[in-house]
């Protein structure tokens, strides 16, 4: 059994549910993770809580910003780019045999340049059931290293386990449930190779998922991971989920939701939350059978109580429409987002 651990690793955070018209959400930056609220005492005095996004940076862990080192695009990205413009000048002056300057020596000492070029050279394996696949890191698929910004990320961070990376899902513009586990997968795939240490030693991640964020990482750890014959406790560490709706919701007006999502793409991810849909345990991706792929002690789940200390559009207004039966319907919003 893969083993826990409190060392500082890379941190993704996966956003929630979008609406059924996601052109807004894929132009915020952070996801929404950076948003903070201002909490008002009675005395008259305000604590400002400054978002997560900012809190782990401020924080004693140090973490830093990995915004762009992995591309989402919403078409396969098919050309393999070259090597970032510093690492292209240091093999050039290798091959003349001319002395390296200090900052393309620290390059190389430091095991970057060997990285990209290893990165370049090398795809890995995806075993599926009926099929196999070499994929590349740079190219070849929706998710992609940005090799100028990985380059930057490498030289300019002093730890790079301690990094925070969003995953941007929405950004694929394919809303299916085994997109979002296999880009997930990627993600992480990526995240390891890049921040792999000089020893070869490759991280696990974090993930922190707000509302469907949750589903999607159970994705990747139920359906996804098993497909491919690999336990996700060997790639992620720890998982919290805040808000996420795990043993689904009573949808009053579902039917008419998935008309409008059928035709909006968001039928898929509607049916997720569907109460009877988790509640099957001939389902993979049931709540049911969580504990089989992955250990539960390593799980912490969050319900909010009050939606009222955040301003978050999305979850107040999902949390109207869904009101469990016999709750006075869209006029009464009682809790965070859509967990009840």
């Not at 807004?24 to 996004?53: A, C, M």
């Not at 004693?60 to 078409?75: E, K, L």
């Not at 090799?147 to 490498?154: A, V």
């Amino acid at each position: 059994m893969s083993v826990p651990t409190r060392t500082p690793l890379p941190i993704i955070l996966i956003r929630g549910f979008g609406g059924l018209n996601i052109q807004e959400e894929q132009r915020l930056t952070y996801q929404g993770f950076n948003q903070g609220t201002v909490y008002e005492h009675k005395k008259g005095t305000n604590e400002i809580y400054e978002g997560l996004i900012l809190s782990f940076l401020k924080s004693d862990w140090q973490y830093q910003d990995a915004t762009n080192v992995v591309t989402f695009s919403s078409r396969e990205i098919e050309d393999e780019p070259a090597l970032p413009r510093k690492l292209n000048s240091l093999q050039k002056m290798l091959q003349d045999g001319k002395p390296l300057p200090s900052s393309l020596q620290w390059l190389k000492d430091n095991g970057i340049f060997d990285k990209f070029k290893r990165l370049k050279e090398e795809t890995y394996t995806l075993n599926y059931p009926d099929k196999t696949e070499q994929k590349r890191y740079f190219s070849g698929d929706k998710v992609v290293i940005n090799p100028e910004m990985s380059e930057y990320f490498l030289e300019s961070i002093k730890d790079p386990w301690r990094s925070i990376w969003v995953f941007r899902y929405y950004d694929l513009k394919e809303r299916k449930f085994d997109t979002y586990g296999n880009a997930l997968v990627r993600l992480i795939y990526l995240i390891r190779e890049l921040t792999a240490n000089q020893a070869g030693v490759k991280p696990k991640v974090n993930i922190i998922a707000h509302s469907m964020g949750g589903l999607i990482a159970r994705e990747a750890v139920q359906v996804t991971y098993p497909s491919l014959g690999l336990k996700a406790e060997d790639y992620i560490n720890k998982i919290i989920t805040l808000g996420t709706p795990h043993q689904g919701i009573t949808f009053q007006i579902l039917e008419d939701w998935l008309g409008f999502g059928g035709e909006l793409g968001a039928q898929e991810e509607l049916e997720r939350f569907n109460l009877k849909n988790q509640s099957k345990l001939n389902n993979p991706y049931s709540f049911q059978n969580f504990e089989k792929h992955f250990p539960l002690e390593r799980l912490l789940t969050i319900v909010g109580t009050n939606y009222k200390s955040y301003n978050f559009r999305q979850a107040s207004f999902l949390n109207r429409v869904f009101s469990p039966r016999y709750e006075f319907g869209s006029n009464y919003n009682r809790s965070d987002g859509l967990v009840k």
